[in-house]
């Protein structure tokens, strides 16, 4: 069974930081390109920052690039998404995606639950 499992959300004041954490498992996680997606109260949800499966090439909102930051650890199958000087505006739930290419043209894809940040003072 496919699993996404996110974790490290919570409460912080603005300015401070979150590291979440995504712990895959049932899919070929090494080969799979990891995402993480938000979506605030109201709004549709986003692409916050992709990483790709040898982890060496990374893409962000523009709203987060120099305050986000996608890494991954394939030996653990878990990605991360260290958020510094958070805003109230990051406010989200935030979910974990997986994406791979299956055959030419055919990919799967996976999703987890989401973990709430919120950014408050």
């Known amino acids: 069974q496919v699993q996404l499992v996110e974790s490290g959300g919570g409460l912080v004041q603005p300015g401070g930081s979150l590291r979440l954490s995504c712990a895959a498992s049932g899919f070929p996680f090494s080969r799979s390109v990891m995402s993480w997606y938000r979506q605030g109260p109201g709004k549709e949800r986003e692409l916050v920052a992709t990483i790709t499966s040898i982890g060496l090439l990374t893409n962000y909102a523009d709203s987060v690039k120099g305050r986000f930051t996608i890494s991954r650890d394939n030996a653990k199958n878990t990605v991360y998404l260290q958020m510094n000087i958070l805003k109230p505006e990051d406010t989200a739930v935030y979910y974990c995606?997986?994406?791979?290419?299956?055959?030419?043209?055919?990919?799967?894809?996976?999703w987890g639950q989401g973990t709430q940040v919120t950014v408050s003072s």
């Open positions: 995606n997986a994406q791979r290419k299956v055959t030419t043209g055919t990919t799967d894809q996976y």
